[in-house]
């Protein structure tokens, strides 16, 4: 009699309160599991080989036949079970990529930076009249190229990158100043973002850009002895004093938007938790958001295997914080649980990383089209320029290559539709490919987006209006 196999790639258990649930793979979905359904997953945890008959002889006293068909017939539709010699549905064949919907566009508006932090992987940053700054005609013809080669987007972003942007505050006035006519005309609406270390803030500034409804980040390492050990002035001395002046001005004056914070974790500095009670607690930021080094150029930076360990403990414990706070009502402010739960929420497939390459691409200062921000001056060949329009064919092959799951870890990982292989730069900087992924802390992922599953488990069950609450209204904002 053939036999069924049950293909474990497609599911992941979940166990909240008693509650058994499954987490579908393919469709990113949570499902509460029946007691048909339990038993029969069950059988394939007892027996090696499953067909009919250890069905009929294991399951007929407990459940009718018609529920058992029918439970068989809802994990068959979901590529739970297949029969012995059928293909098991793990991975979509992928489909070439050819179309490429840009709605972000990254402006590399000055690679020097007023800073001279020590773990900070661009290139000229030591002083800003010595850093390559873009120009508005540069600026123009990429606002240009993005209406170009994708016309018919109702919503774009623009984002200013360095460097220290604000160190060319010049451009930014007259690049929004052309896009917001520009954009107008064209019947879309555009957005504008930009990362900065605050230290060239002003109150003029700070009234312009909410004027303009920026979408601002400050980058920020935690209090002032976690910050000062890496974020230094050029002459060697620590910034925090300076930068929280400014921090604090800046969210006085702020009203359009929430100011977020992004912390750059390296090695030596792990303390997750104190770290977001200072930025979120004592400073204000709305949300604050962690990044771990563990590829970095200058390898003393990067996290070795037990404190990247006692990161991401540190982020389930600030988890758990977050899971209380929302069964309460409250929205706490940690971005990096924020993002997974809306990912699982919206039910995200991801088959790429993210949006690099497709949706966004960076401009560096001489109009070059690269893969992200992260990319600008490095070896990697750009993708086109802002002259010459995007380089489909090429870009078109890595991201193939990227789809191209077989022969990886990630054909069968339980978090391959949310993970994707992992950041491309991380993987450029970690083996000199940004097609491979990223393999060097899988175990500690899968950890913790299967306790962000748990968590997203448990929200729903104890206050599902939180999502509607909290989490729409972030990824819309």
Not at 115 to 125: G, H, Q, R
Not at 168 to 192: K, P, Q, W
Not at 357 to 378: I, Q
Request: glycine residues 10%; contains cysteine.
């Amino acid at each position: 009699m053939q036999a069924m196999t049950l293909v474990r790639p497609n599911l992941q258990p979940v166990e909240v309160d008693g509650r058994r649930l499954l987490f579908h793979v393919p469709s990113s979905s949570l499902f509460e599991l029946d007691p048909v359904s339990l038993d029969l997953l069950a059988l394939w945890d007892r027996h090696a080989r499953v067909d009919r008959a250890t069905v009929r002889a294991e399951l007929a006293a407990t459940h009718p036949s018609e529920a058992i068909a029918e439970a068989l017939d809802e994990l068959r539709a979901l590529d739970l079970v297949v029969d012995h010699e059928s293909e098991a549905s793990i991975n979509p064949v992928p489909r070439a990529v050819t179309r490429f919907p840009l709605t972000t566009l990254v402006l590399n508006v000055n690679t020097g930076c007023n800073l001279s932090c020590t773990y900070c992987y661009k290139e000229d940053l030591t002083t800003p009249a010595k850093g390559g700054r873009m120009t508005l005609e540069t600026a123009t013809k990429a606002v240009e190229m993005l209406l170009r080669e994708s016309p018919d987007q109702p919503r774009y972003s623009i984002v200013f990158f360095g460097g220290e942007p604000l160190s060319n505050m010049g451009l930014i006035r007259e690049v929004v100043e052309y896009c917001t006519s520009r954009f107008a005309r064209h019947g879309a609406t555009v957005d504008f973002t930009l990362t900065t270390n605050a230290t060239l803030l002003s109150e003029e500034l700070v009234d312009w850009f909410d004027a303009h409804r920026f979408g601002l980040t400050v980058s920020m390492d935690g209090p002032k002895a976690m910050h000062d050990r890496n974020r230094l002035t050029v002459g060697g001395r620590g910034t925090y004093d300076a930068v929280r002046r400014k921090v604090d001005m800046l969210l006085a004056r702020y009203r359009s938007r929430p100011v977020g914070c992004r912390v750059t974790l390296t090695h030596g500095l792990t303390d997750v938790q104190r770290i977001f009670d200072h930025l979120h607690g004592e400073v204000g930021f709305r949300e604050v958001g962690f990044g771990p080094v563990t590829s970095g150029d200058i390898a003393a930076f990067n996290l070795p295997p037990d404190e990247l360990a006692e990161v991401f403990a540190g982020l389930k414990r600030l988890g758990g914080r977050y899971l209380d706070a929302a069964l309460g009502g409250r929205s706490l402010g940690f971005a990096n649980l924020h993002q997974l739960l809306g990912d699982l929420h919206e039910g995200n497939r991801k088959q790429l990383p993210c949006g690099a390459g497709v949706a966004l691409l960076a401009v560096d200062k001489d109009g070059g089209l690269n893969l992200c921000h992260r990319f600008t001056g490095s070896a990697l060949p750009t993708f086109g320029s802002v002259e010459a329009g995007l380089d489909k064919p090429r870009l078109a092959s890595f991201l193939a290559r990227r789809l191209d799951r077989s022969d990886t870890g990630c054909s069968t990982c339980r978090i391959r539709n949310i993970c994707s292989g992992g950041c491309y730069h991380e993987s450029y900087a970690k083996y000199g490919d940004a097609t491979r992924p990223s393999y060097h802390y899988c175990e500690l992922l899968r950890d913790w987006i299967g306790f962000g599953i748990e968590v997203y488990a448990r929200i729903l069950a104890g206050n599902p209006g939180f999502f509607a609450a909290h989490v729409s209204p972030r990824r819309s904002a």
